[in-house]
């Protein structure tokens, strides 16, 4: 039996994405042209949408279950953004990962820089953000997974995908948990990855409200999206006569004192944190199972 929920899919005609002026040209740590960037930034808005959910969300998009309209849904070719405006940052990311889009070697190529569909103000962070912050420029969709070509992985550095996260966090346990999303695509051919942050900084088990989240500022006074108390991992794998579902919490800390077994924990675990219904069509029966 299907969890009862209404679908977000139904919401993308009030939320049609919209280009914004004047966020051209801001880059930073850029290893490529501005016209090829310009080529890709339009890359972003070129995206069949049904395309998208039907590739990359074959379960539905996250449903909020407080229905907030304040997470705004971004469609991309090679993945689907929950962007919250309020907050700064992506809230979820959901993407289907294959071994063949992991097949192409390809030299690390970047270029941090605003979302041309998002307006250049309070709801967005830019290059001075996180200059000074103390926080490493996090990506939600690994740059790693999009290697695929140049323009996916030039894509995976707008700050749309972008989230601050303790250094030792994204260079350490995070990282490694990247990589393990990575074999298990190469091991499985195929698996469908949402990536998440959670916002429970008074530690009450329930998602904080965007007023309330936690915020810092670089040196320079720039905004900074807000700091997520957790980040988390969902990987599903679609076998012949049924599903498995593995899901990671970790706590974001300078140094989490967690391995990545310790941090497997059941996805209603992650939904209530997070106030989310992540895999709408999902079975309530495959939702609760925990492989290890």
């Not at 069949?48 to 304040?70: K, M, Y």
């Not at 041309?116 to 790693?144: E, Q, W």
Request: glycine letters at 6%; proline letters at 5%; one cysteine or more.
């Amino acid at each position: 039996m299907f969890k009862i929920t209404l679908l977000s899919i139904f919401s993308i005609f009030a939320c049609i994405a919209l280009p914004a002026k004047g966020n051209a040209g801001e880059t930073c740590g850029c290893d490529i042209s501005p016209e090829v960037v310009q080529e890709y930034d339009q890359g972003l808005m070129n995206v069949e949408v049904f395309d998208a959910l039907q590739r990359h969300a074959p379960w539905g998009t996250p449903a909020d279950i407080n229905f907030d309209a304040g997470t705004r849904p971004l469609y991309q070719r090679h993945w689907i953004t929950g962007y919250d405006a309020d907050l700064r940052m992506p809230v979820w990311v959901i993407y289907r990962l294959r071994a063949q889009d992991l097949a192409t070697s390809r030299r690390r190529t970047q270029c941090f820089r605003p979302d041309i569909r998002i307006s250049k103000n309070a709801s967005t962070t830019g290059c001075l953000s996180y200059r000074g912050s103390g926080f490493d420029r996090g990506h939600m969709v690994p740059s790693a997974d999009m290697t695929r070509s140049e323009q996916a992985m030039i894509n995976s550095y707008v700050f749309s995908n972008i989230a601050p996260q303790f250094p030792n966090f994204n260079r350490g346990i995070w990282r490694a948990l990247e990589a393990h999303v990575r074999k298990l695509a190469r091991e499985h051919k195929e698996v469908f990855v949402m990536t998440g942050a959670i916002f429970d900084q008074n530690k009450d088990g329930v998602r904080d409200a965007d007023a309330d989240a936690v915020r810092a500022k670089s040196r320079q006074g720039a905004p900074l999206a807000s700091i997520a108390s957790h980040f988390y991992k969902v990987v599903v794998v679609q076998k012949e006569k049924h599903m498995q579902v593995t899901a990671w919490l970790l706590p974001h800390t300078n140094n989490p004192a967690i391995t990545l077994a310790q941090a497997k924990v059941l996805l209603t675990r992650i939904e209530t944190l997070a106030g989310l219904d992540i895999f709408p069509l999902l079975s309530a029966e495959v939702a609760n199972v925990l492989v290890r």
